[in-house]
């Protein structure tokens, strides 16, 4: 699968999560989605980038903009070295959280993305992978 | 320790040949061709600096710390500010200082007297000193931007966050930009106070502007809300865009607060609610004019 582009940004404050979705919006133009697709992905990008940052101690986010025979998507990954979830099932479900936030996040993501997955053991960091398709 | 006196008085038996020298190198990397600055200013500022150094060199040694280099110093820093303010790149502004480097080697390497010992010695001790100059130059660039970008990081602050009277008891406030955790609260505190001060019913949030809602967005909006009605004021969100209401669903943030597509509709709405309309003085005249209100029966 051939990669048009690729960018990426370091997340160490909630500065950085704003340049995460300035980010996001430029591949998303780049990609070519649709103004609904494009908002889907940005704000996604934004629980996620904010979940690593909160509960990762911050991360790396690696955008790319992909192209397969009659599509194009972005993909976007994320990827901490923090303490990792100890229960993934139940952190996607909506309204849990160990936080202060809503609880929506990390399964908003997930609805918000065409593709969505997710690899984390505790000790071992966090691994996020979302796509968007035009 | 080497004397560098000797150069201060090269530089000033040598000082028109240097100077030359000097800007010629800078307007080869285009110091003027911006147009920021004249040619006359250039030299103006290159032949004062080129003294400063001089009276540094003579009484300070190598040590550019040393008070005999304040002039130099404040001169650059001056300089630096201004070029910064005026929009030079970092390397323009340092070019200012790096580019006497070759003029001065050439003056230590015609001088016959000098050993080759010394010629190098002293090489040596200008590249220091001037190494130490430039950074200088460039901290300073740096300080004066960084100044630029927090004043306007305040202004910014302070401009997007207003509370509008729109009416005898109704509020409203446009939210513009990014609502983080710091802005959230100069904008529950600003509408709070409002909502005291003009004893209002209704607030209209109005969120048109701001270009991404994910829930910790949600959630401050929320805060603002509860927080509004504690108040007494009850609170009409406007200004919701269709990618925004779809991505909202499927984040799955429900706000239990009444929303209006636009501010005008939650305007009209918030009139309604306080017992008042918008109609027009004179249907009838506006209609003799020729001009048919759209999509209304008369």
Known sequence: ?134 | MVDVGTIAELVASGEAAILSEWIDLQKKVGTLQTGRITENELVAQSREFLHRLRDGLARGGSDSSDAAYGPARQMLADLSRSRALQGFSPTETATFIFSLKQPLFNVLNRNAALSPVQAADLTWAVTLLLDELGLFTLEIFQKSREEVIVRQQREIAELSTPVVKLWDGILALPLIGTLDSQRTQVVMENLLQTVVDVEAEIAIIDITGVPTVDTLTAQHLLKTVAAARLMGADCIISGIRPQIAQTMVHLGVELNVVSKATLADAFAMALERTGRAVTKRKAAAAAAKGKPIAGKVE
Not at chain 1, 54 to 82: I, N, S
């Open chain 1, 1 to 134: 699968m051939p990669t048009l582009r690729t960018d990426r940004l370091e997340i160490r404050s909630s500065d950085d999560v704003v340049r995460v979705r300035q980010m996001a919006r430029a591949m998303a133009l780049e990609t070519g989605l649709g103004l609904v697709d494009q908002t889907k992905i940005i704000t996604a990008a934004s629980e996620l980038a904010r979940n690593m940052l909160d509960y990762g101690g911050g991360g790396l986010v690696l955008a790319e903009v992909l192209e397969q025979p009659g599509r194009r998507g972005l993909r976007l990954t994320f990827e901490d070295k923090g303490p990792g979830i100890a229960d993934v099932e139940a952190a996607l479900k909506d309204g849990f959280t160990t936080g202060k936030g809503m609880g929506l996040g990390l399964g908003g993501a997930k609805r918000l993305s065409n593709e969505f997955s997710i690899d984390s053991r505790p000790g071992a960091g966090t691994k996020v992978v979302i796509a968007r398709w035009k």
